[in-house]
């Protein structure tokens, strides 16, 4: 493929991502973000576990390290800034988690370029852990979510070609 037509098909312009499309990359990026809280989990175990040991933080008789995590505020607080900042980062950065990748969607301004941080942070702000999607089943025209709306982004479905370009050009 020549030069030209990879740039031309970088700046195509590419149909709405439908519902089931955006759910099946949902489910993908939901087996991924199990891992993600998994290993912050881990992490956030092994530094109350360095409290107690240091006698910074005392624990109530009969609680272990997890239940002392869970009955913080903070601790949930940690997962869900954890998860926004996976999201936003990889939607920043390429417009792609790996589950859109899988499924060759994309998120994108409206003119096709890859969004600002500040869109990324208005997707993850109001995304409601993916519920937002369900807009999309009534946004029958525009087939767009509710963080698409707020944060004046769109999702759209790239042919394989352009996906792989994608791949490609971000990992040079």
């Known amino acids: 493929m020549s030069s030209q037509s990879a740039s031309q098909q970088l700046h195509a312009t590419f149909p709405s991502a439908s519902f089931w499309r955006r759910l099946a990359a949902w489910v993908y990026d939901l087996l991924v973000a199990v891992a993600i809280i998994m290993l912050a989990s881990g992490l956030a175990l092994g530094f109350a576990a360095l409290l107690t040991?240091?006698?910074?933080?005392t624990l109530p008789a009969g609680m272990d390290h997890a239940a002392w995590l869970n009955?913080?505020?903070?601790?949930?607080?940690?997962?869900?800034?954890?998860?926004?900042?996976?999201?936003?980062?990889?939607w920043y950065r390429s417009g792609q988690t790996l589950g859109m990748r899988a499924w060759?969607?994309?998120?994108?301004?409206?003119?096709?370029?890859?969004?600002?941080?500040k869109q990324a942070l208005v997707r993850v702000l109001t995304c409601a852990f993916g519920i937002g999607n369900l807009w999309v089943l009534v946004d029958f025209k525009n087939r767009r979510a509710w963080h698409?709306?707020?944060?004046?982004?769109?999702?759209v479905t790239l042919s394989k070609e352009a996906n792989q370009l994608y791949y490609w050009k971000e990992l040079r």
């Open 53 to 57: 040991t240091t006698g910074a933080v």
């Open 71 to 90: 009955s913080s505020p903070l601790y949930s607080l940690y997962i869900i800034g954890i998860l926004g900042l996976f999201f936003g980062w990889f």
């Open 104 to 117: 060759r969607l994309k998120v994108q301004q409206r003119d096709g370029s890859l969004i600002t941080k």
């Open 148 to 155: 698409d709306y707020a944060a004046g982004t769109e999702m």
